[in-house]
Structures are given as C-alpha cells and as structure tokens.
C-alpha cells in the first residue's frame, strides 16, 4: 500500500507543481467580484444566488481539473516514457492505477476545501452571520466531491486506452448525459419491447449525476435527506469502484510500445 | 547460474489500419547472461534491442516464450526489486528535483525509510550530481539527465542492471565515466546487461556479446573468439620508399606513405616477405598480428543471411 500513496502523493505533487491550484485565484476573484455584486442588486436572495454561483462554479472548475488531468494520468505517462522506470520496479500496474487515481481525487478535494472556505467566507460577507441549513452547503460540496471521484474514474478509465483527445470528449459527453440521467429514465419508461430494454439499460450505465446535484436545494435552504447521502455515496463509490477496476484490467494488458 | 534466461522470446506486431499485417520486432531468441557477467547486447538501430528490453522489463507481452531473471518470472515483485533499468532517452518527471526523484523511486523500490537519505546521498555523490541535487530536473542537460537516469537504475542497489544505450547523448568524458561505472559494478559482482550500437565501448567492457539484426540474433560469444576467425594474417611494415614485386605477389593489400610502406598479408608468408626485404634491402620495421575487431564482426554479421552463406 505505501507503493499507491507514493504514487498518490507524487501525482498530488505534479499537480501543485503544475499550478493547477492556480484556479484558486480565479475562483477567490469571482466569490469577492459576486458578494461585492450581489450585495447591491439582489433584494434578499443574496443568500441563494452567492450559494448557486459557487457551488455551480466549484463544480466547473474541478469538472475541468477532472478531465483534463485525468485524461493524461496515465497516456501522458506512457508517451513520455515516465512509466518504464516506475514499472520496472516492484510496482504492481494495478498500483500504478489506484495511485494516479487517488493523487488526483486528492488534488480535488484539497482545491475544493479551498473553494468552500470561499463560499462561506462570501455567505458571512453577504448575510452577517451563519444559519441552521447553510450546514447543508457541506453535504451539497461532498456530493460534488463525489461527482469528481466518479468523473476522475471515468476519465482514467477512458484514458488507459484512448487518446487523450478522445478521452476528454468521451467524459465530457458522459459528464452533460449524466446530468440529464433522470430525465434519460423517463425516457426509458416510455418506451417499448426492445428499445425498452435498450434505453433502460443505457439509463442505468451513464453516470447518475442528476441525484448528486442538489445546489439548486441547498441554495433555498431546503433540508437534504441522510437516506439520500446514504444512497449517493454507495452509489458513488460502486460506479467510481467499477470505472477504475475496469482502467486496471485494460491497463493490465497494455502493451507499452 | 543464468542471471537472465530467455527461452524463444518473440514479439509480432500488427501494422495498418484497416488491413493489419504480422511484423516480427524479435524472432525466437534464447539466450542465457550468467552472473556477474557483463553482456553487451549490440544491434544496429531498429535491430529488437530495446523490444528485448521492454519483454524483459514487463513492459510489453511476448507473442510467445518466456524470460526469467534471477530464476523468476518477469513480472514477479521479488526479482524487480533486485533489478534497476535505464531506458534509451530516459525522460523523469521535471518538476522534481534529483533528490526528490531519486527518494521517490526509493521508495517504490522497497527501500527502508531509514535507509533512503543515505542511499540518495551516495547515488547522488557516485554520478556527480550532489552540486546539483536540489535543481529542477527541467534546467539539466541531456547528459545530466543520463547520469540521474544511471542513478535511479543503481540506487537500490540491484543485482542486474540493464541499460538501454547507456553513452547515447553522453560527451566524451560523460562515455569515460559511464565506462568506468559499468566497470565497477562488475567489479562489485552485478550482471549488467546493456545495449549499444558503439562497438568500441562494448569490445572494452564486456565479458560476452549478442549481435541482433531485424530481430534475429546472429551471433553470441566471447569478444575473442567471435574475432578469431578472422585471425592469421600478419602486417609487415618497412622503410625505403617502396613496394617490391616480390611482395606484391603475394596477394595482400599494400599502402605505401612516404618513406614508409607496409602489406598485410598471411602467416605462413612472412618468411617469404622477410627474404623478400632483404633482397631488396629494404628495413623492416614491425610485423603484427591482425586481429580482427568486434566492427569486423559485427558488420559480417550485419551482412543479409545469403552473403553470410557465400
């Protein structure tokens, strides 16, 4: 195990050496630009829009992050040949896997702490003081969190045998079908015979980001159910599980030209 | 014992896009390095030496045979601890340093924490990097980044090394130095196994060498007896200015420059040669034995097969 967190932390270090964590700086600009904003043309939703703007803008930033970087944790490895000196050593690829992965859920989550400090930092500024449902801003940025295990899987997963170029397309398609997964299981029950079974099944194999987005609820202060952090978390990390096993298994039998 | 096996190792490829065609990167090979042994693995480029590498390394999967090293399986944890590699135009992640790098890949080889600074600090001091331990590894030169590259391959210590063009992209004191350093872990018992196409510094180095060419190995052995078969002819070499018949006769080639000529010639007519000069009063300055060279060698080996059965 000490084998993966070397790996993790190394890649944790690629990235705050590659100012990834840069995009604090525009995230800080645009929290301080919208509370200063906020504050004089919104009449008692300051509260609400501050909430919206940061949560939706935590999740684009580290949405990118996800993508961008995910795509390149392994082909980026192997085109510039960084690979061959790490798995000429007792490294298991399977590690090798799991460590990228968790070197960059790392990344996320550290540049998300960042990001809610600023979000509460910009609902002090605004309301003056702190209420009973702003607690539910903590569950609303862990299931963000969980967006980006799941996204970070998938971009690895496409990663170990695509091209980056592809890799990115392929997430960022699975990313915007995965928002309107619910309304995909709509669908499905529409429908008919084999095409029944056909829109089912791709309903229920494109990431269900949709149950994971609640900003628009916790923006109104609407309470959010422990069943559903219960189920979301399972559901995370079965799909996110799932994503990796399956980088591990292609990876496993690539061969390294 | 054999510190490394292969047992008819072979990789294809599939070329094309639509139509996708075999292409043989190594036919069959089955050799044996022993222990201790320094063995140079020469080839012209696209020869297979790095695809040996790369099958020997996990890298990539034979097509068929297999390999082992120390006795083990190629992918088995056990034996890649005892390993260390250097690839062709090694590239190492430029936002750390050599310190960090090196600590790095301590740790993924199983190094005590304890033990690591240690083992950092020698490495460091043993490839002449300790000035520049703490610089980012995107301000060194090519030839810095070989010798960092030397450095992880040896750092934990393994009992095989393989290098893969060691001296590539090395000055000449850099090649001295790489020399030496292979020199001294033969010295301290490692097998090193290491791939060039610079015939001088493995005729200087190693115990045994392997000629591979489009894949196919062409010829295994000791420097010295895969250059005997060129061996009996002799130069002879005199002074006053000319070549005479009597000499030319003979059949071998002669040079003359200036004051001094010379003929090479076979053994069995140096007396002739001998009686030859002093009929025509000519000095005779040196006679020497003509060894064949490795190059030699090398290039009959080079040869296509059909010239080679001429």
Not at chain 1, 52 to 67: E, R
Not at chain 2, 88 to 102: I, S, W
């Amino acid at each position: 195990m000490s084998r993966v967190t070397s790996i993790a932390s190394n890649t944790f270090r690629e990235a705050v050496r590659d100012r990834v964590l840069y995009n604090l700086i525009a995230f800080a600009l645009l929290m301080m630009g919208a509370s200063l904003l906020v504050g004089q043309i919104s009449l008692g939703v300051e509260r609400n829009v501050v909430i919206n703007l940061g949560l939706t803008a935590v999740s684009l930033f580290g949405l990118v992050i996800a993508v961008f970087i995910g795509i390149g944790l392994v082909s980026k490895e192997i085109e510039k040949k960084t690979l061959y000196t790490i798995l000429s050593r007792p490294v298991r690829r399977w590690e090798f896997i799991l460590g990228k992965f968790g070197g960059l859920v790392a990344t996320l989550v550290v540049n998300t702490f960042f990001m809610a400090i600023g979000i509460f930092a910009a609902v002090l500024y605004l309301a003056r003081h702190f209420q009973k449902a702003d607690a539910y801003l903590l569950v609303a940025l862990y299931f963000i969190i969980l967006q980006f295990v799941m996204i970070t899987a998938l971009a690895l997963l496409f990663s170990s045998f695509s091209s980056p170029l592809l890799s990115a397309v392929f997430a960022f398609a699975l990313f915007i079908i995965g928002t309107f997964a619910q309304d995909l299981r709509g669908f499905a029950a529409l429908t008919h015979g084999a095409a029944r079974w056909i829109a089912t099944a791709a309903a229920y194999v494109v990431p269900n980001f949709a149950a994971l987005n609640i900003i628009s609820s916790v923006a109104h202060g609407q309470p959010v159910a422990g069943s559903l952090v219960l189920y979301n978390s399972l559901y995370a990390l079965l799909y996110s599980a799932a994503a990796v096993a399956g980088a591990m298994l292609i990876f496993e039998h690539r061969n390294l030209k | 014992m054999f510190a490394i096996e292969t047992f008819g190792l072979e990789k294809t490829y599939s070329v094309g896009f639509w139509r996708k065609r075999p292409r043989c990167a190594l036919r069959p090979l089955t050799l044996g390095v022993e222990e201790g042994e320094v063995f140079g693995y020469l080839g012209p480029n696209g020869a297979g030496k790095t695809t040996t590498l790369k099958l020997l390394m996990g890298l990539m999967f034979p097509t068929s045979g297999s390999a082992k090293i120390l006795g083990m399986e190629v992918d088995d944890p056990r034996m890649k601890a005892q390993i260390g590699f250097l690839p062709e135009q090694p590239y190492f992640y430029d936002y750390l340093t050599a310190r960090e790098l090196l600590e790095y890949y301590a740790q993924l080889s199983g190094v005590e924490a304890r033990a690591r600074a240690r083992r950092v600090a020698a490495v460091l001091e043993r490839v002449g990097l300790v000035d520049v331990s703490g610089v980012q590894l995107r301000k060194f030169s090519k030839g810095m980044l070989q010798r960092v590259g030397i450095a992880q391959a040896i750092l934990h210590d393994p009992k095989v090394v393989f290098l893969d063009e060691p001296m590539s992209g090395l000055d000449p004191i850099g090649r001295r130095e790489v020399r030496d350093l292979i020199a001294s872990l033969k010295e301290e018992g490692k097998t090193v196994f290491f791939s060039t196409h610079i015939l001088s510094d493995a005729e200087a180095l190693c115990d045994r060498v392997a000629i591979l060419h489009q894949g196919e190995l062409r010829g295994i052995g000791v420097i010295a007896d895969l250059t005997s078969s060129v061996r009996g002819k002799v130069e002879v070499m005199w002074q006053g200015g000319n070549i005479p018949p009597a000499i030319r006769s003979l059949g071998g080639e002669c040079h003359l420059t200036g004051e001094m000529a010379r003929s090479i010639i076979a053994e069995e007519q140096l007396d002739l040669a001998i009686d030859a000069l002093r009929r025509a009063n000519l000095k005779l300055v040196s006679v020497t034995p003509v060894r064949a060279t490795l190059e030699d060698y090398f290039v009959e080996k080079l040869s296509p097969a059909e010239a080679i059965a001429k």
